[in-house]
């Protein structure tokens, strides 16, 4: 969305540098105009005065002679938007492109984790496994038990969040 605005803006700077071009020269205008206080046909013409009819053309021609580089100043201030406009389409698109490749590096980190956090989890479930067995025939205390579950729970965790991980940046 930031690029479809940036592109906007600059072509609205763009239209706003040609209006500013536009000022300074001659302008040729043409009007016409008609009303009438009620409503009257082709035919009742002759009675318009009487019925309040009104009609009119007008010609205008604007010649700039003087105005002390206001049209210069014009054309340089819409010629600055511009080239901001550009420099901001460009600074955003790099950004964009930024994050995208940051995206793309931290998938690829998440891909290469996630063998090794299986591997962290399965080791840690046998270990949880070994420790059962060996506090039911009363080698460890309950408390290295409970050590050992917390240890399986940890390594399920960050098994878990390394995939909910990976899956929201492929989004």
């Known amino acids: 969305p930031q690029l479809r605005i940036d592109s906007l803006q600059l072509l609205l700077a763009e239209e706003e540098e040609q209006i500013a ?11 016409a105009s008609a009303s009438t206080g009620i409503r009257w046909t082709p035919a009742d013409y002759g009675d318009e ?23 210069a100043a014009a054309v340089e201030r819409a010629l600055l938007d511009k080239r901001q406009q550009q420099i901001d389409r460009e600074r955003n698109w790099r950004q964009l492109q930024e994050q995208i490749e940051d ?7 998440l891909v290469e984790q996630l063998p090794a956090a299986d591997l962290a989890m399965k080791a840690s479930e046998i270990n949880y496994q070994n420790d ?40």
């Open 21 to 31: 071009r536009a000022s300074g020269r001659m302008q040729l205008n043409l009007s």
């Open 49 to 71: 005065l009487k019925d309040r009819y009104q009609h009119g053309v007008t010609l205008a021609l604007s010649v700039p002679i003087f105005n002390r580089g206001a049209t």
């Open 103 to 109: 995206l793309w590096l931290q998938r690829r980190l």
């Open 132 to 171: 059962r067995q060996k506090q039911s025939v009363g080698a460890i205390s309950y408390a290295d038990l409970l050590q050992s579950r917390n240890s399986r729970d940890a390594a399920r965790y960050r098994w878990q969040q390394t995939l909910w991980s990976l899956v929201e940046n492929s989004w």
